[in-house]
Structures are given as C-alpha cells and as structure tokens.
C-alpha cells in the first residue's frame, strides 16, 4: 500500500507546479465539475476511475511502471478531451501503451503512426521534450524566486489601445524575426536587438519576440537582450506554449505578454495559463484560426486580447479574408460587449492590407515578414501604413 499512497501523492500535485494542467473529466462526472472551480480537476479523478487500471505493487519497478501506464493513460484522456473541442493537433507523439498494460480494452488499441500531421503538430511534439528537459534543468521553485529579479511587467494593451488612439490606425506589434518553416531565413544580417530599437523608433507599440530555436530561430537570450537594452515598447514573448512552466520562464525573460495558442490549448488549460498569467502580471494573446476556436475562447472568462491568425497553421495558406469573416454578426457584438482588442495576424503586407482589416473591426496588428526583411525595418512600418506613425499625434 505504501506504493500506492506515493502513486497517489504524485498524481495529485496542485496544478501550479505539475508537469502538464490535466484536463480529463469522467464524462458521469462532467456537469458537477463545470460548476466547481477548474484548480479542483486533478489526476486523481483519472486514477481512481478508469476500472482495471494496472495494480500498483510495492516494489520500485512495478510502481515506475504503474507511473508509466497512468501517465500514458492520461495523455489519452487529454487527447480525447482536446478532440472533443476540435483540437486537431496532438501533444505528443501517440506511442503505444507501456509493457503489461492491463487497462481497459479501447485504450490498448495502438494509435495512429508516430509521424507528425502537420508542422505545427511536428512544432507541439519537439517543444514538449524541450521543455520537460528545460524544467529538469530550472525548476518551478528556481524560477518562482528568479521572479524577484525580474524585471517588472509593463502594460502590453495599454500601449496598444493608446498607439490607436494616438495614430487612428490599428497599433503595430512589430515582429523580430530571424526565419519561418515557411519562407526559411528571412534575414540573414539578423542583430536582434538593433531591429527592435529601429521598430520602437519607426512607431511600434509593441515588439513580438520569437523565442523558438530549431523552427524559427529565435531565443529566450534575444527577448532577454532586447529588454536590457533598455527597448520601452512592451515584449510579446512569441513562443508554442504547452506547459505553464514556460510561462513563469518568460516572464524571468522580461517578458510582458505571452502567445497561447487555441490549436493547441483545450479551454481548461488556457483557463488555468490565463489565471496565472494574471498573477504574473503577463497579457495573454490568445490566438485563433477558425469558428469554433474563436467561439471556444470568446466563452472564457477574463480574455482580453484575441489574435486572429489568417495563416492555416496546418497548410500555413494565408487569406486576410478570415479576419473579417470571424468578425461578422454575433462574434462582432460579443467582442464590443467585453471591450476585447482583436489583433489581426499574418498576410499583411501594404497599407490596403492594414485598412481591409481594419475595417473588420482590428485595433491593432502584428506584422513581421513584411518588415523585418527590409534594410531599414523603421522605413518598413511605414511602408506598411502608407505614412510615418511615429509622428503621428
């Protein structure tokens, strides 16, 4: 028994220092736990439910390997849960279950093949085992007291709201970007540091730092370099968030904002990131692609920023059009109602661009491509907009 009672202690550990929010729900179970706050949910549930789960010895390898079947058994369960909300990319690769599971039958089943779907979910799966050994390496409890050296957050939808109204057009969350699976390098004389001082200098509000190493190549030292170079315009650390850790890692970074992504994120986790992010004193973007994203994360409470990414982050095809298609009839009413600020993302390139979705009701907009590869990134904004913003009164 004493196995057990150490099974149990580890999978009940309180949401802000577990590994991943676990999400599943015993579907008997669904409508007393909707009325009960999110930070009940634990992994308990899932122990002590799923009927002829492995039983626990007392020896060291037979509970590491009991650890294994619950574990696995879970991320099915996430699995399912993020299916349910039209969540297409998968968290991690669908491995077969563990030696001698025992569990019920529809979950011996092997899943589908362990290849990627799609770059994104090729993105999701390899940011997953970054962070686990970046989590090895810095613990919750180091970067909780790395908190206190951080430098202090700063008002990311305050310099957003204030760029509209000082300009008249959608405030410019200018990107620092090196490359994208899509187009490659983008800029190969890449000095992260002096493009964000050109972007605060052309009128940006914002900066939208790219954190991802292997894909995009960007890093946590550049958002790091780029505050402490003393740039005023608040930072968007641009990153595939899976884990609440990467969060408080951001924020140790100087960043002001993060990116949660609702391809990726069922509601319960960007419910959970969202409370933390508050506690940090972090803005969260949360991004959409489609209907029912935008439909799930307009039901959130405590949402204040949505991106719509024009780009299908499945076949990375762009259509500026989806802006203001998500923007129509009810949705529209929603967003005025809750004074949420919609940031239009990815395929705007010249001031027809910036107007189009401006008029589909964007306040501001994050633009990368169209700026960072030109010589003089500052010149850039401004060919973007038609006019120079940073004189703009």
Request: include cysteine; proline fraction near 5%.
């Amino acid at each position: 028994m004493e196995g057990l009672a150490s099974l149990k202690v580890l999978f009940q550990a309180p949401p802000s220092i577990s590994s991943r929010p676990r999400t599943w729900i015993p579907p008997t179970q669904v409508n007393v736990h909707k009325k009960s706050s999110f930070l009940s949910f634990s992994v308990r549930a899932q122990v002590e439910s799923n009927e002829g789960s492995a039983t626990v010895a007392t020896s060291g390898e037979s509970v590491t390997e009991a650890l294994k079947i619950k574990e696995w058994e879970v991320g099915m369960l996430q699995d399912e849960v993020a299916a349910s909300q039209g969540i297409r990319i998968r968290r991690r690769p669908p491995s077969g279950p563990p030696l001698h599971y025992v569990g019920p039958f529809q979950f011996r089943l092997q899943n589908e093949g362990n290849t990627p779907q799609n770059i994104l979910e090729e993105i999701v799966w390899n940011k997953d085992v970054e962070v686990t050994q970046l989590k090895e390496r810095r613990p919750l409890s180091v970067l909780k007291k790395a908190l206190a050296d951080a430098p202090p957050a700063r008002d990311f939808i305050g310099a957003l709201r204030t760029a509209n109204q000082r300009t008249g057009l959608p405030g410019l969350i200018a990107e620092v970007k090196k490359a994208s699976p899509s187009r490659g390098i983008l800029r190969e004389d890449f000095d992260p540091v002096e493009i964000a001082q050109a972007y605060e200098k052309g009128g940006a509000a914002c900066l939208s730092v790219l954190t991802d190493e292997k894909y995009f190549k960007g890093s946590f030292e550049n958002l790091e370099g780029i505050r402490k170079a003393g740039v005023k315009c608040p930072l968007l650390c641009k990153e595939f968030i899976v884990d609440a850790w990467q969060l408080y890692y951001a924020r140790t970074k100087g960043a002001d904002a993060v990116l949660l992504i609702a391809a990726v994120l069922p509601d319960l986790d960007i419910k959970y990131m969202i409370k933390i992010c508050k506690l940090l004193g972090l803005t969260a973007l949360v991004e959409v692609h489609d209907e029912r994203e935008f439909d799930r994360v307009l039901a959130i409470e405590g949402i204040e920023l949505i991106g719509i990414n024009n780009r299908n982050l499945e076949t990375f095809e762009v259509d500026i059009g989806i802006t203001k298609k998500l923007l129509e009839g009810q949705r529209g009413n929603i967003i005025r109602e809750k004074d949420i600020i919609i940031v239009g993302e990815s395929g705007l390139f010249t001031p027809e661009d910036i107007a189009y979705v401006q008029e589909a009701g964007v306040k501001a907009v994050l633009v990368g491509e169209s700026i960072v590869k030109q010589s003089d990134p500052g010149k850039g904004i401004s060919n973007l907009f038609g006019k120079d913003i940073s004189e703009l009164k």
